[in-house]
C-alpha cells in the first residue's frame, strides 16, 4: 500500500507522509467516479507476551447466569464434531454415539417455504382466513401463540426469493399476532411467555421453565366473603362505592359487554380479594357495579366453603374424613432424587391422581395453581435467625421470601437472612487464573468458613445424555459435570456454558463444598467455603473418590 500511495493515479495531492519506513496503514476512500483520497495512520507496535498461550480450540464457555436446559436433546443429535480437524480425535466413534446428523431431522427449509407461501396464496388469492387455514390441518400451526408457529418461523430466517413466488406478487399475511385489546387473558399470558415469572429467572423468553403457562395462571380463592367486604372500616371511593350500597342494588347490575365480565374474573382469578374500589380503577367500572358483579362470581356461601371448586371437593369430602393423607414429601430430603415437574392446576385438594404433585410424592411448588387451601405448599419457617434449628435450613432449602415470616428473605434490610445468598447472589468475589491443574478460582478477597462462593449453573441433562459426552471428556481430559441428585440421573454440565465455580480444581484438603438446595423450587448446587481462605489461596473442591474412579475407568476402556 506504500507503493500505491506515490501513485500519483490514486494519491491525494495533499497526502505527506513523513517517514515512509516507519509502520504506518494507509487509508483509501474511492468516491462514485474510482476517484481516491489515501492518508497514512500511524500504527501501534504491540508486543505478545509469549508466556500468554491461545486459548484452546474448540472451548468456549459463554457465561451465564442460571443453568439452562435446551430446546433440543443434543444426545441423539449430532449438531457439531468437535476437534475434527485433529487427527487423533476420534471422530467415528464420536458420530457412533448419536442417531442423526441434524441435518437429516431438523426442519427442512423447502417444506417449510412450501407451507409458508401455500397458507399465503390461501389468505390472499383464495381469502380464506387464517382461522380457517389453521382448521384445514393440513399445514403446521400459523399462531400456536404470538411467538410460536408458522408465521411466527416464518420472520426468524430470510428465505431466498424463488422462482415460484414471482407468480403471487399479493399481499402478505399479517405479520403478527397479538391478543385483542380486550382479551386480559391473552395479553397476560403473552407477557407470561415472554418475561419469565419464575422466581429465580430474570430471563426473557426463559426456555429454561418451560412448562406451559398460557392460560394457567389464577386460580387463586377468595377468602372475604363480599358481605364482610361492605361490612369492612375504610372511607367510600366515591358516591357510587359499593360501601355506600344495599342489597335492592344486587338485581340490577347487568354488563352487556362480555369481554367486561371476562376481564373482571381474570383479574379476581389472580387477586381475588382485592376491594371492589380497587377493582373498579383496573376495570374501569363503577365500584358497586363490581362488587356486585364480584359477589355473583364468589357467591358468599362459597366463600364460606372450604373449597369453593366446589363439586369434586364435596365428593371427597367424605373419603377424606376416613383416610388421612400420609404425606411424604421427598423433597425434604436433604439431597432428594430431583426431577422437575409441571405445577399442577386442578380443582379440588391435592391428595388424588388428577393432582401430579401426590402422585410424585413431592410438594406442590410456587408455581403449582392448586390454590392458597394446599396443604402440600412448603410454609416457610418462622424464625428470625435462620441456622441450624430453621427448618429451611434443616431441610437444605433457601428461605423464601413472601413465606418465611421473620426472616428478611426479601433482602430488604441491611441484614438480610444469610439463608437467601444463593438466589440473592451474594457471593464472594474470585478471580479465574491460571493454576497447577488448567485454570483455577482464587479467591479475590478475604474469605470465612462458610462463605458463599457460587451456584454451579451449566446445562441441565440426565445420565443418559452424557453418554455422547464421554468421547470428548475423555479426550479433552476435562470433566465439568456434577450430579445434582444423589443417584447421578440428573446433572449440570458446564463444559460449554457455565460461571466462575465451573473453574475450582479438586484437593483431598479442599477448602470448599457444594451443597444441593432447594431455592424457589429449584434444585442448585451452591458452593461455600469449608474454612477460613486468605486473599490470593486458591480454591478447592474435593471430587469425591466416584469422580476418580471413573476418570480412570474412562481412560482405561
Ligand atoms: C471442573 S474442571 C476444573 C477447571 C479446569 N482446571 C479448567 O481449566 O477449566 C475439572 C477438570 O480440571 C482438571 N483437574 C482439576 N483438579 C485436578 C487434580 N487435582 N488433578 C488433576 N486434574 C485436575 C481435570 O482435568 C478435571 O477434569
Redesign the pocket.
Known sequence: MIDQLFDPALQDSELQVDNPTKPSLVITQYDAEGRGISYPIELEEISVDPTFEPHPPY?S?PPINQSILPYHQSHETATFIPYADEDEFPVIDYLARFQYFAWEEDFDPDSEMIQIETARRLYSIHHISMKNIDRMGILKPLRESHNQGLLWEKFQRDFLRWPGRAFATEGDMPTSFEPAAGDLRGMLSSVLKTFCPNLNCLRTMCTTHTYSLSGSFGGARPKVTSQSMRLSEGEPCGEECFRLTDDSYLDKVYWENESDTETLKTILSISPDLLPCQLADLCFKPCREVFVQRSHIFPDHMVFDDDPAGDEMQKHRAGLKARKPRLHFEEDRAHASFVPLEPCNHKGPCIDAWCNCYLQKRRCQLACRCGIKCIRQYRGCTCKRCDFDCPCVAHSRECMPGLCKNCDARGATKKPCRNTRLQRNDAKMVEIKR???????FAAQDMKRGDYIGDYVGIFMTHDDTNSLDVV?KY?????L?EVSPDMHELFD?ARVGNPT??????TDANCDARVLLVNGEHHIGFYTIKAVARGEEL??N?GEQ?WEE?NKRAAC
Open positions: 472451548e464457555c493454576a497447577t491443574y488448567g485454570l483455577g478460582a471428556t479433552s481430559g476435562r470433566n465439568y456434577f458446564a465451573r473453574f475450582l480444581n479438586h484437593d478447592f473442591l471430587y469422580y476418570v
